[in-house]
């Protein structure tokens, strides 16, 4: 059993920075895939950014590569999403994710979801 609770959305201009935080409680975090999807209403979950359990390996959706990195805190239990170059079509409810093999839309721990939204 994983809980997620995200932190940082918030309302940012183009070209604008944000880091999202995701603080997981439950045991053996450093063996868990976790990551990022977010999703605008009225269309599927899209893929953000993911990063493996103990080699922290990361992996990027192409509509964010080059402008996001994803990082992990074992010690800490927490991720973290760095966003950078900021456009309005990021603008969508982000969620973090935790699985035990490798995040997708099925998995099966998530967040509550924090909001983003990029003003042009």
């Known amino acids: 059993q994983v809980q997620l609770v995200e932190s940082g959305g918030g309302l940012v201009q183009a070209g604008g920075s944000l880091r999202f935080s995701c603080a997981a409680a439950?045991?053996?975090?450093?063996?868990?895939?976790m990551g990022w999807f977010r999703q605008v209403q009225g269309k599927e979950r899209e893929f953000v950014a993911a990063?493996?359990?103990?080699?922290?390996?990361?992996y990027y959706g192409d509509a964010v590569k080059s402008r996001f990195t994803m990082s992990r805190d074992n010690a800490k239990n927490m991720v973290y999403l760095q966003m950078n170059t900021l456009t309005p079509e990021d603008t969508a409810v982000y969620y973090c994710?935790?699985?035990?093999?490798?995040?997708?839309?099925?998995?099966?721990?998530w967040g509550q979801g924090t909001q983003v939204t990029v003003s042009s």
């Open positions: 994710a935790a699985d035990p093999y490798y995040v997708t839309r099925s998995s099966e721990y």
């Open positions: 439950g045991r053996n975090f450093n063996t868990y895939a």
């Open positions: 990063i493996s359990g103990k080699t922290g390996s990361t």
